[in-house]
Structure formats: structure tokens, C-alpha cells
């Protein structure tokens, strides 16, 4: 139907996350109508992230060069760890600026239906850097999903079986800010419950 550069372009373009065929023919046909100086600056852009932005090596968030720019903050407590599933999630914590310790990014949840095990995730490692360095407590900020809940019950269990005085918390669950009790469902609601807090 298309020239093979043009359909060539739109496969590609439709394996993003999020873009289906239709969006995908749209977006083909934008890059074919833009000029050759935009165009390119999109094919370096990609290439530029591809060559230059790595794993760090100590937390696995994404790095330029060998460790992240937050491993690289010595005023950054180093005995205070937040784990993640995905290196966008650094910078959502990020933004609240409560959060002064480092991170470790696990690169997914526990899934066994998709074949998620603990061997594909940055676990080993995370326990290997608790038993190495003087750590006091591990932030558990996995996602209030079925896949993030069982991937940190996991890492929990593990760290207390290596470390049994380290203080493992869990990022708790509550009520979006400004909205009203009886708009919450019942698990939010429950859960804000379960996690109360003295005031
Ligand atoms: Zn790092």
C-alpha cells in the first residue's frame, strides 16, 4: 500500500508504547510533511540517547556516563534507599523534594504470567548493596499494583531474612489530595484506613 520507506517508518513508529496503527500512519505522515532539518533533529535526538545514556552502575536509574547524577551527590543519604520499578519514577519522587537518600531502580515488577522473575529485575543487586553498605532503612515505592504489591512483599522478605534489624518501609497509600471521602472506592479508602497515622 505505502512505499517500503514509508511503511518501513510507520511499523517503527507503531511499536511505541501507546501507539497504535492508526497514530502511527498520522505521525508517519507528519515526519514525511516536516522539514529535513526537524526530521533529522528527531533521528539525532534518538540516536544521541541510544549512545550516551546508560544504566548507572551502582542504582541502575539512567546515567550519563558510569554512575547517575544522584549516586554522584555525596550530600545524598547513602544509608536511606528508595526502591523503583522504573527509572521515571526517580523523578517523580524527585519532584516532591521529601526524599534527601539514593535509589535503586529494579527495571520492572514481578509478573510470572509474563515471565517477570526475580533474576530479570536489579534484586540480587539491591540485596548485595544492603549487606555492603551501611544502610538503615529501604523505602519499598513499587506501585500499589498486583505486580508492584508481590514485588515488594519479595524484596521485603529478603531483606529481612539478610538484615533482620534494617527498617523496611512502604510508601503509604492514601486519599488524592482535595478530594472529598465519598468519591475514594473502598480499596483507597480501606487502605488510607490501614495506614493511619497519629496527627
Ligand atoms: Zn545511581
Given at each position: 500500500?505505502?512505499?517500503?520507506?514509508?511503511?518501513?517508518?510507520?511499523?517503527?513508529?507503531?511499536?511505541?508504547?501507546?501507539?497504535?496503527?492508526?497514530?502511527?500512519?498520522?505521525?508517519?505522515?507528519?515526519?514525511?510533511?516536516?522539514?529535513?532539518?526537524?526530521?533529522?533533529?528527531?533521528?539525532?535526538?534518538?540516536?544521541?540517547?541510544?549512545?550516551r545514556i546508560g544504566l548507572c552502575e551502582v542504582c541502575f536509574n539512567l546515567a550519563e556516563g558510569p554512575t547517575c547524577r544522584i549516586c554522584a551527590d555525596e550530600r545524598r543519604d547513602p544509608e536511606l534507599i528508595c526502591v523503583v520499578e522504573e527509572p521515571s519514577d526517580v523523578i517523580s519522587i524527585e519532584r516532591t523534594h521529601e526524599f534527601a537518600g539514593r535509589y535503586h531502580v529494579l527495571g520492572g515488577a514481578l509478573s510470572p504470567?509474563?515471565?517477570?522473575?526475580?533474576?530479570?529485575?536489579?534484586?540480587?543487586?539491591?540485596?548485595?548493596?544492603?549487606?555492603?553498605?551501611?544502610?538503615?532503612?529501604v523505602v519499598i515505592?513499587?506501585?500499589?499494583?498486583?505486580?508492584?504489591?508481590?514485588?515488594?512483599?519479595?524484596?521485603?522478605?529478603?531483606?529481612?531474612?539478610?538484615?533482620?534489624e534494617l527498617a523496611v518501609t512502604r510508601l503509604a497509600?492514601?486519599?488524592?489530595?482535595?478530594?472529598?471521602?465519598?468519591?475514594?472506592?473502598?480499596?483507597?479508602l480501606g487502605r488510607a484506613l490501614s495506614g493511619r497515622r497519629a496527627v
Open positions: 500500500m505505502y512505499a517500503p520507506p514509508v511503511q518501513r517508518l510507520i511499523t517503527e513508529l507503531s511499536k511505541l508504547p501507546g501507539v497504535g496503527g492508526r497514530t502511527a500512519q498520522r505521525l508517519a505522515f507528519y515526519l514525511l510533511r516536516a522539514s529535513e532539518e526537524d526530521a533529522g533533529a528527531l533521528a539525532d535526538a534518538i540516536r544521541e540517547v541510544k549512545e504470567i509474563d515471565g517477570v522473575d526475580p533474576d530479570d529485575l536489579k534484586i540480587a543487586e539491591l540485596f548485595l548493596r544492603v549487606e555492603a553498605d551501611q544502610v538503615r532503612e515505592a513499587t506501585n500499589p499494583t498486583t505486580t508492584g504489591e508481590a514485588t515488594a512483599l519479595h524484596i521485603a522478605d529478603g531483606l529481612r531474612r539478610r538484615r533482620p497509600s492514601g486519599l488524592p489530595v482535595g478530594a472529598d471521602l465519598e468519591y475514594a472506592d473502598e480499596l483507597t
